[in-house]
């Protein structure tokens, strides 16, 4: 009753409009209904392969799907503090269960560092030293695949199929490939890491350059600067504080997959983590959970700080 009173109201290019419009809001409506309904008949086809997969048992087992959780109270809430801690408890059994002593790292006779804060510093340390790595080599290869500077597709397009290549797989499928070249350890998480770090940034980095201004760089030109004198005093000012952002950001991302390719045997606290939970030590897997959720909390708001006080308050801030 509105719309024909409204309809009325308006010229014959407003009505004109107004009839657009509806017809618009109409077929958003029956595009949203059947995206609906695809989203609803694809989970059920998935729920029902499921199903049939696992012989029935599928929905079947559905009640249980938190019986895990249960299954990690500790019989004591201390028990997570010894653990993290390294701390002898007094439901030592001499099991693996309760032997928090024996990861001690011993500094000196009486210091010691506790296992699982050695081996969070161990991701940590692969996680940066990756990070760093991934910046240095994307820092390069963004200047040559930027099309504002690097105008020749002969060497442009190489460099960007080859970041393209480097970022295609995930870290831990990557991982998988070295560790079966290097055997267990960090240096093929560091190296797995590190090469889908070099495509990543890399592409961040050269969309960052290719909206940077110009004009310095033209100014350089007209001196006579070489391309390397123009590419350092005229577009790396201007692209550096948004290169220490995509950096910081990386280091929180690198943190996660570092800590997942531990799981699969490329040291650090990942696979202290996958040991746990396979063998029910509920006190250290909490314990190590806890250890992650702080650590990956301090990186991210350490980043987010140092982000602010590289790039300043009024980055973060909403136009008025």
């Known amino acids: 009753m509105a719309t024909s009173v409204l309809s009325r109201q308006l010229s014959e290019s407003g009505a004109l409009v107004e009839r657009h419009w509806q017809e618009l809001n109409a077929r958003r409506r029956l595009y949203t209904f059947l995206g609906l309904a695809l989203l609803a008949l694809t989970l059920f086809a998935s729920l029902w392969f499921a199903n049939d997969s696992n012989a029935g048992k599928f929905f ?20 997570i503090v010894r653990a993290m801690f390294d701390l002898p408890s007094p439901y030592d059994d001499g099991s693996f269960k309760y032997n928090y002593p024996d ?6 006779d009486s210091l010691y560092i506790p296992e699982y804060f050695h081996k969070m ?6 996680a940066i030293f990756s990070t760093m790595v991934g910046v240095f080599f994307g820092f390069i290869l963004s ?22 290549i480097l970022r295609a797989f995930p870290e831990v499928v990557i991982a998988g ?7 267990l350890g960090p240096i093929p998480a560091i190296a797995a890491v590190s090469i889908h770090t ?7 980095f050269f969309e960052v350059v290719e909206n940077a201004d110009m004009k310095p760089e033209e100014g350089l030109r007209a001196a006579g600067a070489n391309w390397i004198e123009r590419v350092w005093f005229g577009i790396v000012p201007q692209v550096l504080p948004n290169f220490t952002s995509y950096f910081l950001l990386r280091l929180e991302i690198n943190v996660r997959a570092s800590t997942i390719i531990g799981a699969v045997g490329g040291g650090g606290i990942g696979e202290l983590l996958r040991l746990s939970i396979g063998q ?3 006190a250290k897997t909490i314990a190590i959970v806890i250890l992650l959720f702080t650590t990956i909390f301090a990186v991210d708001q350490f980043s987010a ?15 008025q």
Do not use: C
């Open 121 to 126: 510093l161990e991701t940590v340390n692969i």
């Open 60 to 79: 079947e087992r559905l009640p249980h799907f938190f019986d895990f959780v249960g299954d990690l109270v500790p019989r004591d809430a201390m028990e």
């Open 143 to 164: 200047f040559l695949a930027a099309r504002n500077l690097m105008p020749n597709p002969w060497i442009r397009g190489p460099v960007r199929r080859l970041m393209e």
């Open 177 to 183: 490939f070295f560790l079966a070249i290097l055997s």
């Open 103 to 108: 990861g001690r790292l011993y500094l000196t």
């Open 198 to 204: 070099i495509g990543a940034l890399g592409k961040l």
């Open 280 to 282: 029910g030590h509920e």
């Open 305 to 319: 700080w140092l982000r602010r006080r590289l790039v300043g308050d009024q980055a973060f801030q909403l136009a």
